[in-house]
T-cell receptor, first 111, second 117 residues
Framework: RKEVEQDPGPFNVPEGATVAFNCTYS??????FFWYRQDCRKEPKLLMSVYSSGNEDGRFTAQLNRASQYISLLIRDSKLSDSATYLC????????????FGKGTHLIIQP | DTAVSQTPKYLVTQMGNDKSIKCEQNLGHDTMYWYKQDSKKFLKIMFS???????INETVPNRFSPKSPDKAHLNLHINSLELGDSAVYFCASSQVHGTSAFQETQYFGPGTRLLVL
């Protein structure tokens, strides 16, 4: 089983729709969770951290389900500018070796 | 001001050559990282380094070596380049590793696109 798994997509979504995708992780001792966004040929940038109680930032909502070992990202009222690859990132708790990235979910918002 | 910068942005070189990629961060962070993003866009950690500790991903060939002249710099040196080394290499930094989600937030450089011919 891979350490961090995501559906690669692409998800083709009409502008204004709501879209959600999940990410599963293998290590139940994982401590920290993040969603990063990566635009084509650009560096990954932090979108939001994911807290145990869930958190919301504008149109974006992140949830953590420790029992089932997954995190989710919900985007409401999607904009064309939301088109990007969304990377699930987990600190697997295995030591000081950086974060583990999923392969990303490619999202395309269509006009 | 660029928080994490890398040079060069593009690097095209012949197989067998030795090359270096430089990374600098002006965030005052304690930990820096190198990641490799392959053609399938999979981002994988290569090294993490702070003042005390270098952690090497065991899958990284020893042709790759990080060099840190000071806390703000972590350069990546690659010996005897191979075709399979072609990828985008990202440098990143974080405040302190492994203490809290906030402090672990990593800031990435713009990437260095390496093409080995």
């Amino acid at each position: 089983r891979k350490e961090v798994e995501q559906d690669p997509g692409p998800f083709n979504v009409p502008e204004g729709a709501t879209v959600a995708f999940n990410c599963t992780y293998s290590n139940s001792a994982s401590q920290s969770f993040f969603w990063y966004r990566q635009d084509c040929r650009k560096e990954p940038k932090l979108l939001m951290s994911v807290y145990s109680s869930g958190n919301e930032d504008g149109r974006f909502t992140a949830q953590l389900n420790r029992a089932s070992q997954y995190i989710s990202l919900l985007i409401r009222d999607s904009k064309l500018s939301d088109s990007a690859t969304y990377l699930c990132v987990v600190d697997l708790g295995g030591g000081a070796d950086g974060l583990t990235f999923g392969k990303g979910t490619h999202l395309i918002i269509q006009p | 001001d660029t928080a994490v910068s890398q040079t060069p942005k593009y690097l095209v070189t012949q197989m067998g050559n030795d090359k270096s990629i430089k990374c600098e961060q002006n965030l005052g962070h304690d930990t820096m990282y190198w990641y490799k993003q392959d053609s399938k866009k999979f981002l994988k950690i290569m090294f993490s380094y702070n003042n005390k500790e270098l952690i090497i991903n065991e899958t990284v060939p020893n042709r790759f070596s990080p060099k840190s002249p000071d806390k703000a710099h972590l350069n990546l040196h690659i010996n005897s380049l191979e075709l399979g080394d072609s990828a985008v290499y990202f440098c990143a930094s974080s405040q302190v590793h492994g203490t809290s989600a906030f402090q672990e937030t990593q800031y990435f450089g713009p990437g260095t696109r390496l093409l080995v011919l």
